[in-house]
Every structure is written in structure tokens, then in C-alpha cells.
């Protein structure tokens, strides 16, 4: 037997790694069947490949995940491969660092929406907050009470009970092999120790050496002896030494055994004690003994003797240990919080889309955009329903609205008609509802009301509080026109004074249960006017021709009496001459008033020439500068007009001047009765007031148009308050204007009083326009006196 110097004393048994054991997986599982269940609408739609590959990407980090717990719990397929654990570990942390890439995308982009104010991106954040936090609170409980669960789970492994219990186990394990090595050591010193007092013998006599071996091992119970130098020769052995002759003693036994202890040792296959111990009679000779243990009871110290130490080992290493495995389950922890996020990011998408799609649609529905639809493929039924209901009420808004536009297409067109209807009628028309306010009016009506603004919406009694009395009548008796002529006060600077309306009105019913006043009115003040004119043109040609024919010989005869007898008259003669010279005197008045009623009767058509305004005005006050020298009559004619050329009748414009002269002249001498010391005037301005009108202005400082009397009164036939006045001055000159396209003002406009140079006198001011051809410049008025 040859002593192995390089294999060991015992061979430890293989490191096993513990298992660790948590709780937690049920709140997986049904994570992972809740997950699976929100996926399943998702599933419905045609998705993007962005979507696809999102979808992908969470499915594969939920198994990921799973597959890690299972790892870390050796659920079959898994053993105890740490190797395994750390692969998948590092396949969660990848998958890790995408979903929060994937997640902080789809935030940005939530964030980014309701910055700009995205129909629905408020609702979309709340539900993203909501059912994150319903997927972020089971995990973060699920991986903190694992967690606690397998801190306490170790702390109960290193308790003093467990710690006792292993303890006394290796104890009792030691104690018992102890006390086998005990007795094995006893009997090889005791076997020993025979042998060395006999060594003499047993050198010489080889065979009682191995006869006492025999009975040695027998007495001893140790079956297996066997004396061998430590060059390997054997002595002497027993019959039942087979197995020691194949065992190497290792070196270190035999430097022990040189000490002079006992050397006990396990055998091979760990079911034989053995003992070595140098035999010191003997030379350089050893006693190998070798006794049968049972087998399971090495084994079971054996095992005891591993699990003691890699009990030792785990609580040397459990601070890093419960680091790691808990690091392990945030991990995991996390993977499943952030699918769960991904999750309820998508559902909240899902949920939020057709919310925004409505909001965006609704928004151009009620911009007029009816022609928007809301899509009608949805995840969910109640959402396609929506979608169906809102599309069929568009549909519906848009055909009504088509319809009523038809419909005001129609009325605007019969509005439009009506409107030009109005606008060519000369007669002014107002509608009126139940309330008397006025819904309709033609611009004849605002103009022969001289009304500024539209009067539309305002009440009737506003605007003319005179109807009051025809409305009445005309509620009184519906379906029947109801007519009154009213005299209003003109507002128009030109044309002020008294008008002449004649208004008809008529009740007629304008929807249902409801009734109104349609108003028409015509100023028929220049119809009455010429009315009369005409009646008195009539009335004036038969008076002069009944009275002019008596005339004559009435004079001729007064004359006569006055020439033939005032001789032969003696008495009384004075009282004759003063009789016969009244009949001439008034039957000259008489004929004068004849000759004017003639020569308005017979007014002949104005024979129009182009020619100088200024110079037939000019030619036209010589006479009556003469013939009343005590009055100032002076002519202001602006440089502009002086080469001004109008279309007139020279001899009724001279009629006309004669005409307004006289008239301020008379006035004048009834002012100077009054009052004697008034310097006496009449001032002719020429000038321009528009581009196309020249005016001729006779202002005097008279007595003024009378009081009480409207303007248009005074221009009537016959219309006079003088003591010698026939009334048709004024009545001639307004005919002669009106035949020269020209107007009399017995009022002045104030665009006049704004005119440079533009004066008046305190009495009256007449005003004769002429209408121009030719483009002249407005300069200052130039002072020119006759």
C-alpha cells in the first residue's frame, strides 16, 4: 500500500443554492388576467404597427416577468440555475428602459394635446391619472408585502429556535461519531499497545504475528487490521482486511501518526471508520484498523454537517441577500407597473378618442360645418351607438337647415321683389304689428317724413303721434281702408312749413290670431296747391273777362260826366270832382287787378335763352333803384358768377324781380311808419351754393314774412296781408321758378348761412336757385353798389 500525497482528507458535498419563497403570485396572475382582458377590445381594431409593436412590447414584458418570479421560485421549467435568474433579469431591465421610453412618449404627447387645448385632453388626463393609480396601487402593494413577506420569512430561518435546532442536530451528529471514534481509538492503543510488548516475539515468529492479528481484530471487533511499513510492505494483516489494501493513508496521517497520536479518518465510500497509529516496537511500522459504521447514519451527518454550514454561509450573506431579492421584486414590481400604466394609458386612449372625435365634430357642426361625421367603428357598442345617433342627428340638422334655407331663399327672394315694389312706389308704405310698432317701411315713407334714420322697430305714435284718431277707425273696421288728410310740420331745412298728407290704413290679418296696419300716405300739398292754382287761374281768367268789359265805358263815362257838368254844376262842385275822380281811381285799381288776374290766368310758356344771370338781374333793378331812391338797394355778386350763363326768360325774370322788389318795398314803408329814422335797405346776393345751382338771395330789413303763416301758405293764389294786395306776387314768382327748374325758398337752408360773405338784414330773405351747366370756383363774395 503506497501512502497519496495530494488527495484531500474529505471531499465536501456540492453547493446548493437556497430557495426563496414569496408570496404574491395570485396578484400576479390576476394582473396578468386583467391585463389580458383589456387587451381583448384592443384586439377589434385595426391597429398601426407603432401600436402593434407597443402591444407586443408590453405582452413580452408581462412573460418576461412571470418568467423571472417562476426563476426566482425553481417553478418548473426553472431549476436552480442562478445563471438563469440573471438572464432574466436583464431581459426585464431592457424591457424596463422601453416601456418608460414607450410611456414618457405617450405622456408628452397627452401633455402636449392639452396644451394645445385638444377637444378632450382634460378628460383624457384625469383618466390617465385614475387608472394609472388603480394599476400603480396593487403592484406597489403586491411587491412592498413581498417584500415584508420574505424579510420575515428569512428573519424566522435565523430565529434562535431554528438556530438551536441546527446547532444540538450537528452536536448530536458529531457526538455520535465522536463516540465511535472514541471507542476505535481505545481498542487500536489497546491493540497497539499488545502488540508492542510482544513485538519481539511476533518479528521472529511472522505467523503468531498474524495468529494474534486474527484474534486481535476478533476480541476488538475491529474486522480490519492490517501492520504495513511506511514503504508500503505489510506485515501482517487479518483475514478480513480486503478493502485497506486498496485505500491510500494520506501523508498527512502519517506525519500525525509520527507524533504519536491516533489518526482517525473516514473511509472512501464513507461507511468504515479508520484509525492509524504507529506501532514504536516495531520500526518504522504502522497499525491500520479499520471498523463498519452505518451507512445512513454518515449520510445523515453528512448532510447535517452541510446544511449547518450552508446555514452559516446564508446568514453570513443575508443583508446582500435580502438587497438583492428584494431589488429583484422591484424590478419585476416596476415591469408590471409600467405595462400596467401602458395599460390604462391605452384604455384611456380608447375611452378619450371618440369622447374627442365628438367634441371636434360637434365644434364644426356649430361652426356651420354640417357635413362633419363622427366615425362610426368603435370599440365599444355603447360608443358606436353615440356615434350613430349623433351622424343621423346631423344628417337631420343638415336637411332641415336645407330646407330652411330653401325656404329663406324664397321669402328673401319675394322680400327683395316686395322691397323693389316699394322702392318704385312714390307713395310712402308702413306696417305695423298688433303692438303698433313698425316692422316695414319704404325709403318714400322715411323721405316724405324727412326721418334720418330707419324708423323700423320703433313705435308708430313716435314718430306720428297725429294718426292716433285713424288708427282708431282703422281697428274699428278690419278688412276696410280707413282714409284722413293730416297736416304735419315739415323737418326739411328746404322745404319747412306745414305738408299735407292724406293717409289711408287698413287692418289685415298677418298670421295666425294675429292682426297689423299697413299705413300708405302721399304728401298731396302740391296737389291741392295745384289744385287751386288751377281753380283760381279758371276763376281769374272769367273774372277778368266779365269785369274788364264794363270797365271801360264805366270810366269813359265818369270822365265824360266830369268834363261835360263840373261847369254847370255851382253848388257842391268840390263833392262832384271828388265823386267822378273816385270812380276813375278805383276803376283803374279794378282794371289793374283784372290785368293781374289775366296775366296769371294766361301765364305764357318762359321762351329759355342762355344767357348772363348777373347782367339781366343787374338790368332788372335800374328802374326800381330809380323809382325808390330813398332806399338802398345794392347787388353783392360773387367773381365766379359774374361769367356764369343760365338757360332763362328775360322778361319774367325781370317780372320776378319786380315782383320781390315791390314786395320789400312795401314792407319796408310799413316798417318806416313805425319808425321813420330806420335807415332803409334791400341787398341781391349772387353766388354759388353747390357746383351745379347758382341762388339769387333778396334779403331787406322790413317787416319780415308775417307770423303764423307756413311759407308754402304764402306762395298760394290769393294768399295776402297786405291792405292792397291781390296775393299772387308770390303766386307769379314760384310759377316762373318752377318753369325754370329752379325753386323759391322763403326760408334760408343753413348750408347758405355758411357761405363767405353771406349777411342778412333782419327782415325777410328770398331765395331764387337757378341750376348751372358749367363748373365754377366759390370765391369771396365781391361788394358791388349800384
Known sequence: MQPDESSPAHERPEEKQHPTKTAGLTDTKALGQKFLASLKFSTLRKRSWRTKASLFLVLAAIISSFATYAALTETPPFGNDPRTVITLLNIDLIF????????????????????????????????????????????????????????????????????????????????????????????????????????????????????????????????????????????????LTISLAFENVPSYALNEAEQGDVVLMLGEKKDRVRALVKLQNFEDSYLFVGRMVDSKVLAHLSSTAAAVEDYSDLQASYAGLQITVTMLFVVVGLLMLLAAIWLSLVLARELVMPISELISTSD??????????????KSFEEFEYLAKSFNRMTQQIQQQRDELISANRQIDLRRRLTESVLKGVSSGVIGLDESGNINLSNASADLLLSQKSDITGRHIFDVLPELKDLLERAYSRPGKITQQEIILESQEKEASGRRIFLFRASLEPLAEQQKGIILTFDDITEFQSAQRKAAWSDVARRIAHEIKNPLTPIQLSAERLKRKYLGQIHEDKETFTTCTETIIRHVEDIGRMVDEFSSFARMPEPNLKEMSLVKEIRDALLLPQQAHSDIRITISVEPSCEKVRVELDAVQIRQVMNNLIQNSVDSIRTKLELDPSRQAEIRIVIARNTPDEIFVAVTDNGMGLPSGESPERLTEPYVTHKTKGTGLGLAIVKKIMEDHRGRLLLTVPEEFKKIKGWSELGGATLILTFPLKIETTHQAIKQEVA
Open 364 to 377: 364644426r357642426v356649430r361652426s356651420g360645418d354640417l357635413t362633419a361625421r363622427v366615425p362610426e367603428e
Open 96 to 239: 424596463l428602459l422601453l416601456l418608460v421610453a414607450l410611456i414618457a412618449k405617450r405622456i408628452v404627447a397627452i401633455w402636449s394635446g392639452r396644451k394645445r387645448g385638444i377637444a378632450g385632453s382634460h378628460l383624457h388626463v384625469r383618466l390617465v391619472y385614475i387608472f394609472s393609480f388603480l394599476a400603480a396601487v396593487p403592484t406597489i402593494i403586491m411587491t412592498v408585502f413581498s417584500a415584508f413577506f420574505f424579510h420575515f420569512g428569512v428573519q424566522t430561518w435565523f430565529s434562535e429556535h431554528v438556530k438551536t435546532a441546527i446547532n444540538e442536530s450537528l452536536a448530536v451528529a458529531e457526538s455520535y461519531l465522536e463516540e465511535h471514534q472514541q471507542v476505535i481509538r481505545a481498542d487500536t492503543m489497546a491493540m497497539a499497545a499488545d502488540l508492542d510488548r510482544q513485538a519481539d516475539i511476533f518479528l521472529a515468529k511472522p505467523k503468531a504475528l498474524e495468529a494474534i492479528m486474527e484474534t486481535q481484530s476478533q476480541i476488538r471487533n475491529l474486522p480490519e487490521a492490517i501492520i504495513f511499513q511506511k514503504n508500503g510492505h505489510v506485515i501482517a494483516r487479518s483475514s
